[in-house]
């Protein structure tokens, strides 16, 4: 299999990187010193690789995946955020987080859990139609312990995929879970060796890709309720998590939260 081989020829020269594999596209974001953490190059490189998958024929599925083998995802790159840059690209808001947490398609997409996916890294396993995690891999949405939100669609889709009050304890405690308890719980389908993450994936996406493509749009089309390139059910959830979110980043809390992490101490809340 040549996708280790073709992805460490290119490591070195852009944050995300995407190439074919027959009818799959595997896409990676290539930070791996940051713990593949999303800035505006990652959240343009994922989003234009979607929109492009989304009118390529050739394309059939696409496998969503990070550099190395510590993390998948650590969320929006808070470093970048504290120089005053950009997360997501301006006129691209609706493809939220990563180009990836709004922006659905037609085409299946699958998560390669590679290592620790927390915060807004579990955010992009929600979005995503499959998963395969590592044995490695560690999933959660800890923004309750920053004085935060779950703002990229976690907050609402965690409850909605794994058992409710399962889903709403993780949500309010900020607890993390294992990959194996991860698989309990439905959040993701397969669980593998670190090292065959990638390959399981890829494996599992040309077994879709062999079926109808049409036919495998339309069923996921059906199921998710996906139409004119949107998912309409989602439309005021994500309203409330932006007015919530909004009130929530106003707070002493939210300035708390973040302190207290970076000075490594408890944080001290205020509840205003």
Request: net charge negative.
């Amino acid at each position: 299999m040549n996708i280790a081989i073709s992805l460490e020829e290119n490591m070195d020269q852009q944050e995300v990187l995407v190439e074919r594999q027959g009818h799959v596209m595997i896409v990676t974001i290539n930070r791996p010193e940051a713990r593949n953490a999303v800035n505006e190059a990652v959240c343009l490189g994922v989003g234009d690789a979607l929109a492009e998958a989304e009118q390529d024929r050739e394309v059939r599925v696409l496998v969503l995946t990070g550099a190395g083998d510590r993390a998948f995802c650590a969320g929006a790159d808070l470093k970048a955020l504290a120089r005053g840059e950009r997360i997501i690209p301006e006129g691209r808001e609706a493809w939220g987080l990563a180009g990836f947490v709004g922006h659905p398609i037609s085409k299946p997409t699958i998560a390669a859990v590679n290592g620790s996916a927390l915060g807004g890294g579990t955010e992009i396993v929600l979005a995503s139609d499959l998963a395969v995690a590592a044995e490695t891999a560690v999933f959660g949405l800890p923004e309750v312990r920053r004085g935060l939100v779950a703002a990229a669609g976690g907050a609402f889709r965690l409850v909605r995929q794994v058992p409710p009050r399962v889903g709403l304890e993780l949500l309010l405690t900020g607890e993390p879970v294992t990959a194996a308890r991860a698989l309990e719980l439905g959040l993701v389908n397969r669980v593998v060796p670190a090292d065959r993450v990638l390959e399981e994936a890829v494996a599992l996406a040309e077994t879709i890709a062999a079926n109808a493509p049409l036919s495998v749009q339309a069923s996921k089309r059906i199921a998710l309720g996906l139409r004119d390139g949107g998912r309409p059910a989602e439309a005021a959830p994500w309203e409330l998590t932006a007015k919530e979110t909004a009130a929530v980043l106003a707070s002493q809390d939210a300035a708390e939260g973040p302190l207290a992490f970076a000075e490594k101490r408890d944080p001290v809340w205020q509840g205003r």
